[in-house]
């Protein structure tokens, strides 16, 4: 760790599958405890870090997120929670399970509790159909499974038609 | 990437497993299985979920609680509880699960009383660490019992997620759980100490067991109970006080500070009576002072003795704030669902333990010496139960009882003594004074107003503890005539009388092998009618193993346990042992070991 702290002001380089190369600054990069072992393990010897699974435009939002946490550490903490709130305000669907899939491959809790808490907000309190048709779940019950389904756990439908 | 993309494909249902599981580890556990009929990649999703909150407030919408066609949906959530709780169990705790834990059977099969509202379960589960660690349901409800992992001795809050593993030399011994031990006769001295060595997320578990004659408390892992006192309490009506001199004579007189007086608030008790407990506050003599006991044939009848004395154990005895420690109750094994019911209520509200677990005694005393498979022979203060144990289980339909305790035992010995012409005189009703050094002078007092219960119990206490010091199981079945020439044996009575007691020594104990002897003693003739139905203990033993399993039958016969204050009777462990060879002699040829758990619930 001793390395990472005298060189604080490093820059790295990460590269999204779809070959933009972003420059973040160390501390901002150490958010992603992924990125964090890296640097540890000594692995960044390579001077370009490739995330070939995440495309640019959510590993922009990405660091977007960790550059405001990794700024704002010490501030206040109800600055950062009405950033976060506002953060995945108006996210559509689709970004939000990238933003998920990224949080979860970086291994960037708070994002990762965030958008998660976000899609089950969705999921909440709505009748199933409803929620298969926002995430285009395919019903692939026959109707004797789903009305088996539906017994083994009755109370958890009870209220929803 | 495009949104029109994420709306003409399932997204969510491509993402990993852990994500979808974090999904709906947010959502109300009823949302997350709900989840289930959305399509088959999600019906068994949530079953990986690692908190769950079971809040069946959820099911009470729309003002409809109680009304009774939710019963099939309460009786689904009720299902749904169970299998979870015993589907983590396993996880958690591996093969150990039978011996560890206790399910309460009433627990799956209870339906709703739509007038008891079932409040919010919480449960915790310190999932991460699986065998070593210790696991808390703590359930804050009124009708649930919590149960918890039995194999280790203290407990982590359940605000403490995760907790360090435990010392090493503590989880060895697994099944270890001491509720009490051998001969306690005078109430310790109240002690903390024995927490303050703990790391900062753990508590020890507190332990009670209420028995019909004397109550136990202490901290779980323990030797010996830090506490022990009698079960029943002295009550004095407060409508009899109503002059004021009386009051203060009593109230000034009392001998020591440390005697629990335990005023009742006048507004809430309705019988505006006055309870003393303890051994010292019961032991001094007050005017219209009734005793009085909370249990009858083993069921508790008046709750609020019962919660005078727990604060009496728990406060004034052990000196600890409830809120803090974890609890653990030990329950007959005939204990019902409404007395458990009552128990946790008043745990959980008014007591505001933070876990709960009731336990049977039986279950208890087999761990305690390392085993889930025994036969338990608990002869306690009021009843003899032998309650055999497979795998952590009481096997209910084998149990036997017999209303013999030992408390019966001390009234036969009393009027028997009666008989020849002996009273005890109650420890109040004399001063002895030294005249000289050496010689001693009775003075005789009268205190009119001494209630008749009282007094019984003052003599009881001498007649148990003449019991305890002279009394012996014979080595044969008592006869009259053989016993008639045996020396006897002197017990010098409070008062300074010497009495002899000779026939009697034998003759007492063996009532619990032969109940019908009890006719041969005046003054027990009430219950000649009983006793022809009581059978003696190695009946008892052989009928109720024989009411078992095939199987088990070996494995019971070699794990037989003595428990409770009369099973401590010198030689009654031989004769009971040569007793059953005998009538097991004829029919089959099993090799019995024997075993006296080694912490003897002390229930003389």
């Given at each position: 760790m001793a390395s990472s702290i005298e060189n604080n002001n490093e820059k790295l380089t990460l590269k999204s599958s779809d070959g933009e190369e972003f420059l973040v600054e160390k501390h901002v990069a150490l958010q992603s405890t992924l990125l964090q072992n890296m640097l540890d393990s000594d692995?960044?010897?390579?001077?370009v870090i490739p995330l070939?699974?995440?495309?640019a435009r959510t590993l922009a939002l990405v660091l977007g997120y960790c550059k405001k946490h990794a700024d704002a550490s010490s501030s206040k903490q109800g600055e950062l929670n009405s950033f976060d709130s506002e953060f995945l305000k108006d996210m559509d669907m689709g970004a939000l399970f990238n933003l998920v899939l990224a949080a979860n491959f970086m291994e960037i809790k708070g994002l990762l509790d965030i958008a998660a808490q976000k899609i089950a907000d969705t999921i909440k309190d709505k009748p199933h159909q409803e929620v298969r048709e926002i995430f285009h779940v395919e019903n692939d019950y026959t109707p004797e499974e789903e009305a088996a389904v539906r017994e083994e756990n009755r109370w958890a439908f009870e209220g929803f038609p | 990437m495009d949104s029109d993309i994420g709306k003409s494909l399932d997204r969510i249902s491509k993402l990993p497993d852990s994500v979808l599981c974090h999904i709906l580890s947010f959502l109300q556990t009823k949302n997350a299985v709900g989840t289930?009929?959305?399509?088959t990649r999600w019906r068994y999703l949530w079953t990986f979920v690692t908190s769950l909150d079971f809040d069946d407030s959820v099911l009470f919408h729309d003002g409809n609680e109680f009304d009774g066609c939710n019963d099939m949906v309460n009786f689904s959530f009720m299902n749904f509880v169970n299998r979870v709780l015993l589907l983590r169990l396993r996880e958690l705790l591996g093969d150990d699960i039978r011996a560890g834990l206790q399910v309460n059977p009433e627990f799956k099969r209870q339906s709703f009383q739509p007038s008891v509202a079932f409040r919010t379960t919480y449960v915790s589960a310190s999932s991460a660490h699986a065998k070593d660690s210790s696991f808390i349901f703590a359930v804050s409800g009124w009708r649930s019992l919590g149960f918890s992992s039995l194999a280790s001795s203290s407990f982590s809050l359940p605000p403490s997620r995760s907790r360090p593993p435990k010392a090493k030399n503590e989880s060895q011994n697994p099944n270890k759980i001491t509720t009490a031990t051998r001969r306690y006769k005078e109430e310790s001295t109240p002690s903390r100490l024995s927490n303050s060595s703990l790391q900062p997320y753990e508590v020890s578990a507190i332990v009670i067991d209420l028995g019909s004659h004397t109550c136990k408390a202490g901290y779980a892992g323990e030797d010996a109970p830090k506490a022990v006192f009698p079960s029943v309490v002295g009550s004095i009506d407060q409508m009899e006080l109503d002059d004021p001199d009386n009051l203060d004579k009593n109230s000034e007189s009392i001998p020591d500070s440390k005697s629990v007086v335990r005023p009742f608030d006048a507004e809430k008790s309705k019988s505006k009576r006055k309870l003393y407990v303890g051994s010292q506050a019961l032991g001094y003599r007050r005017d219209h002072m009734e005793v009085l006991s909370p249990i009858k044939d083993g069921v508790v009848v008046d709750w609020e003795i019962v919660e005078n004395i727990w604060d009496h154990a728990l406060r004034d005895c052990l000196l600890i704030d409830p809120k803090e420690h974890p609890m653990l109750l030990a329950e007959p094994s005939s204990n019902s669902q409404q007395q458990r019911e009552k128990t946790a209520e008043l745990m959980f509200e008014k007591y505001k333990v933070p876990a709960l677990f009731l336990a049977k005694n039986a279950v208890l005393t087999s761990f305690a010496s390392g085993r889930a498979t025994s036969l338990v022979v608990d002869s306690g203060g009021g009843s003899t139960t032998i309650a055999p144990v497979h795998d952590g289980y009481v096997l209910q339909k084998a149990v036997q009882s017999s209303p013999i305790g030992g408390e019966f035992l001390s009234d036969c010995l009393m009027k028997s003594l009666e008989s020849k012409g002996l009273t005890i005189k109650p420890r109040y009703s004399f001063k002895r004074k030294e005249i000289r050094p050496g010689e001693f002078q009775t003075v005789d007092l009268d205190f009119p107003n001494t209630t008749e219960s009282y007094r019984l119990y003052s003599q009881r206490v001498i007649a148990g503890d003449i019991k305890e010091c002279v009394c012996r199981a014979p080595d044969t079945p008592y006869d009259e005539s053989s016993y008639s020439n045996i020396p006897m044996t002197p017990y010098e009575l409070p008062d300074g009388q010497t009495i002899e007691i000779g026939a009697d020594r034998f003759k007492i104990p063996d009532v619990l092998f032969n109940p019908s002897l009890v006719q041969t003693i005046p003054g027990m003739e009430s219950f000649v009618e009983t006793a022809a139905s009581v059978r003696g203990l190695p009946q008892m033993v052989i009928e109720s193993i024989n009411k078992c399993d095939v199987d088990i039958r070996r494995e019971l016969f070699s794990s037989i346990l003595l428990s409770g204050g009369t099973a401590s009777m010198q030689q009654l462990k031989e004769r009971l042992e040569k007793d059953l060879l005998e009538c097991l002699d004829r029919r089959e040829h099993t090799s019995i070991s024997w075993f006296i758990s080694a912490d003897v619930v002390l229930q003389v």
């Open positions: 692995c960044s010897s390579a001077d070939p699974k995440i495309d | 289930s009929i959305l399509s």
